[in-house]
């Protein structure tokens, strides 16, 4: 069963929208981190945000801003007046505290975001 | 600045080839990753190291294996391409568990 499941596929904004990307995931460790990466077309996955699962504080930084709802498990990331450089595919990930996964990253399949100008 | 350097930004073998890819990373971690990522699929785990010669399956490790001789090179070896392993691969490292990775520019692998 897929632990990160990030179940928009593909979204098209316009310029000066804002846009949600929605992550929800699934473990049983009490104490887990979850991350947000942007893969622009370059091709590098660039390290956008890192949450532990105590601080449920949601986060802003700048245009982006994160939601984190341990009661829905979930971790949505929203852009503000998006931008076409902020055209990319944008991966969730969960790491699990447990010693059996020795802190490996699970990621979503990812959302194409495509802001149009 | 951190930095994980991937030796090749294109490649193209034959079916039956060895292949070797290169990581190397200069930020002294602990960790490192070998992911592959494929459209609709996102990033799968192929196999991690979290210490000089150690390492550890991923999701899906048939049909490669992994070498790491010194903390900053991890190798991915293909033991013999086949056309199933086209993919980008991706190479990570983190300093340790449960922290960000930093990623590498990806290979893209073509067998033909």
């Known amino acids: 069963a897929q632990k990160v499941t990030q179940a928009q596929t593909e979204i098209s904004v316009v310029e000066k929208e804002d846009v949600t990307l929605d992550c929800v995931y699934e473990t049983r460790d009490t104490t887990y981190y979850l991350f947000w990466y942007k893969q622009p077309p370059s091709g590098e996955l660039v390290f956008l945000i890192r949450r532990n699962s105590f601080d449920e504080q949601n986060e802003i930084s700048g245009r982006y801003s994160w939601n984190f709802q341990k009661s829905t498990s979930s971790f949505n990331f929203t852009i503000t007046a998006s931008q076409v450089v902020d055209s990319a595919v944008y991966f969730c990930a969960l790491s699990e505290a447990g010693g059996s996964t020795l802190g490996r990253l699970y990621f979503g399949r990812g959302t194409q975001l495509t802001v149009w100008p | 600045d951190v930095k994980v350097t991937q030796s090749s930004r294109y490649l193209v073998k034959r079916t039956g080839e060895k292949v070797f890819l290169e990581c190397v990373q200069d930020?002294?971690?602990?960790?490192m990753f070998w992911y592959r990522q494929d459209p609709g699929l996102g990033l799968r785990l192929i196999y991690f190291s979290y210490d000089v010669k150690m390492k550890e399956k991923g999701d899906i490790p048939e049909g490669y294996s992994v070498s790491r001789e010194k903390k900053e090179r991890f190798s991915l070896i293909l033991e013999s391409a086949s056309t199933n392993q086209t993919s980008m691969y991706l190479c990570?490292?983190?300093?340790?568990?449960?922290?960000?990775?930093?990623f590498g520019q990806g290979t893209r692998l073509t067998v033909v």
């Open positions: 930020m002294d971690h602990e960790n």
């Open positions: 990570a490292s983190s300093p340790g568990y449960n922290t960000e990775a930093f």
